[in-house]
């Protein structure tokens, strides 16, 4: 199993709204990353999980809150989002947090209202 | 200046053609990546590289350290190799630098 799956694919939310984003791979990763990606921009890190323990936050607002609850698990707790924060969010794993092979999801197309 | 740069950015090209992106960066790297991510947003990644040449399938990427420089070619092109490639850096500290893209359209 060499894959790693996210829901919603699709979230429609209000600025009031609190949702959650989901990442899942079972390839025994113990590094998983989140990612943002605005319409024709190339992705942007958000938060890295290296074994279950988050290990880098790059300045992402305090309304996005990542949680690594097992070691096959990653969600990203949103609330309070603004209309700017609508983007293709990613998750990816690695075997490690080092400089390995990066796998990704599909992404969940979040639209903030 | 960004600190990874590819070229070009768009590249449009008939079926069957030699086809080469280009990647630059001006910082200390672990390893650099190359991803292609298709229209709808799925990422997928290509290769991961920190010396010399990897080859996979009609794919094969470089990396010369000491130039600072990166390539991808595509060997006789596909419609299904349209999509936009992405290079990215992992810096000696840790950080995951991408480029801008480079949008590949081949026509059959």
């Known amino acids: 199993d060499t894959e790693v799956t996210q829901t919603p694919k699709h979230l429609v939310m209000g600025m009031t709204n609190k949702k959650s984003l989901k990442c899942e791979q079972h390839?025994?990763?113990?590094?998983m990353y989140w990612y943002k990606q605005k319409a024709k921009k190339p992705p942007e890190l958000m938060f890295v999980y290296s074994y279950e323990k988050l290990s880098i936050n790059e300045s992402v607002p305090s309304r996005f809150s990542p949680e690594c609850p097992n070691s096959s698990l990653l969600n990203l707790h949103l609330h309070a989002l603004q209309p700017e924060d609508s983007a293709l969010y990613l998750c990816?794993?690695?075997?490690?947090?080092?400089?390995?092979?990066?796998?990704f999801g599909p992404g969940t197309r979040l639209l903030v209202l | 200046k960004n600190e990874v740069e590819q070229s070009p950015q768009n590249l449009t090209a008939q079926e069957g053609e030699f086809i080469t992106i280009n990647c630059s960066y001006s910082v200390g790297i672990s390893a650099l990546h190359w991803l292609q991510q298709h229209p709808g947003g799925g990422i997928v990644s290509l290769f991961m590289?920190?010396?010399g040449k990897k080859k996979h399938g009609r794919l094969i990427a470089t990396i010369n350290i000491q130039e600072k420089h990166s390539s991808l070619h595509i060997t006789a092109s596909h419609p299904r190799d349209s999509a936009v490639y992405i290079c990215?850096?992992?810096?000696?500290?840790?950080?995951?630098?991408f480029g801008q893209g480079t949008i590949l359209t081949v026509h059959p």
């Open positions: 390839m025994g990763h113990r590094a």
């Open positions: 590289l920190s010396s």
């Open positions: 990816a794993s690695s075997k490690t947090s080092l400089a390995e092979t990066q796998y």
């Open positions: 990215a850096v992992r810096t000696s500290y840790g950080k995951l630098t």
